[in-house]
């Protein structure tokens, strides 16, 4: 059956890898974008806001379940990722990322819970991070409101049931990051229990998993070629 499916963060690398599938899978798509236009071709209904305004995750929801009549799964996917440690933290980039990151899938899921009613039945997705296993220390306002995230998928998949599931997906390397030299990927990859980077119809595969089993709630699901089984020092060589 055709799902009706709302991506935050949806123009760009993983998002957009997550709306080609679902499209060619035959679902019905929203992308929401805060500035980002996805390509042209893409086919998607494209939603534009800014997270971190607190009024814009309840709107998108709402014109997302609008324009594709009705929305029966949401993927949290949109996030900041910038770089802090404890000495460089600071409270704007702090909050920042809590408001990106935590506050705004969560005030998504409360419309989200509320555009069903009482009869309907939807599952909403957090895109997280294999880092929440092993966090490292130079990204830690980011790893932090990961870990959140994903931690609130248990609270709210016991308080929503059993109208709505929640499940997380936490990626491993997927795409080169900003700055890194040609081939780092393929590196780091080699470096991973299964010896490869993470593709992102894997991940896409995963969301279509959680789809599809209607008895799957409360869980994350590791797409990461085994890299949260390792402290990330080993298989990085960093912190």
Same mark, same amino acid.
């Given at each position: 059956?055709?799902? *009706?499916?709302?991506?935050?963060?949806?123009?760009? &690398?993983?998002?957009?890898?997550?709306?080609?599938?679902?499209?060619?899978?035959?679902?019905?798509?929203? @992308?929401?974008? &805060?500035?980002? *236009? +996805?390509?042209?071709?893409?086919?998607?209904?494209?939603?534009?806001?800014?997270?971190?305004?607190?009024? @814009?995750?309840?709107? @998108?929801?709402?014109?997302?379940?609008?324009?594709?009549? /009705?929305?029966?799964?949401?993927? !949290? !996917?949109?996030? &900041?990722?910038? +770089?802090?440690?404890?000495?460089? #933290?600071?409270?704007?980039?702090?909050?920042?990322?809590?408001?990106? !990151?935590?506050?705004?899938?969560?005030?998504?899921?409360?419309?989200?819970?509320?555009?069903?009613?009482?009869?309907?039945?939807?599952?909403?997705? !957090?895109? @997280?991070?294999?880092?929440?296993?092993? +966090?490292?220390?130079?990204?830690?306002?980011?790893?932090?409101?990961?870990?959140?995230?994903?931690?609130?998928? *248990?609270?709210?998949?016991?308080?929503?049931? +059993?109208?709505?599931?929640?499940?997380?997906?936490?990626?491993?390397?997927?795409?080169?990051?900003?700055?890194?030299?040609?081939?780092?990927?393929?590196?780091?990859?080699?470096?991973?229990?299964?010896?490869?980077?993470?593709?992102?119809?894997?991940?896409?595969?995963?969301?279509?998993?959680?789809?599809?089993?209607?008895?799957?709630?409360?869980?994350? #699901?590791?797409?990461?070629? /085994?890299?949260?089984? &390792?402290? *990330?020092?080993?298989?990085?060589?960093?912190?």
């Amino acid at each position: 059956m055709a799902e *009706r499916i709302l991506i935050t963060g949806g123009a760009r &690398r993983l998002g957009l890898a997550l709306a080609r599938a679902m499209l060619a899978a035959g679902h019905r798509v929203a @992308v929401h974008t &805060r500035m980002t *236009r +996805p390509p042209a071709d893409l086919g998607a209904v494209v939603l534009q806001g800014d997270l971190d305004d607190p009024s @814009v995750p309840a709107r @998108v929801v709402g014109e997302a379940h609008a324009r594709l009549g /009705g929305l029966s799964v949401l993927v !949290n !996917n949109a996030a &900041r990722f910038e +770089p802090d440690r404890i000495g460089t #933290l600071d409270a704007a980039s702090f909050d920042a990322h809590m408001a990106t !990151n935590l506050r705004a899938p969560l005030l998504a899921i409360q419309a989200f819970a509320a555009a069903l009613g009482e009869d309907g039945t939807g599952l909403a997705v !957090n895109i @997280v991070d294999q880092k929440i296993r092993h +966090p490292g220390a130079g990204y830690l306002s980011y790893t932090l409101s990961k870990i959140a995230l994903e931690g609130a998928v *248990r609270t709210l998949a016991a308080a929503l049931a +059993p109208r709505l599931r929640i499940a997380a997906i936490a990626p491993g390397i997927v795409y080169e990051s900003t700055g890194m030299k040609p081939g780092r990927l393929e590196t780091l990859g080699e470096r991973l229990p299964l010896r490869r980077a993470v593709r992102p119809e894997e991940v896409a595969a995963a969301l279509t998993y959680l789809i599809e089993t209607p008895s799957v709630t409360g869980e994350t #699901l590791f797409v990461d070629s /085994g890299e949260a089984l &390792r402290a *990330r020092s080993v298989i990085l060589g960093a912190s």
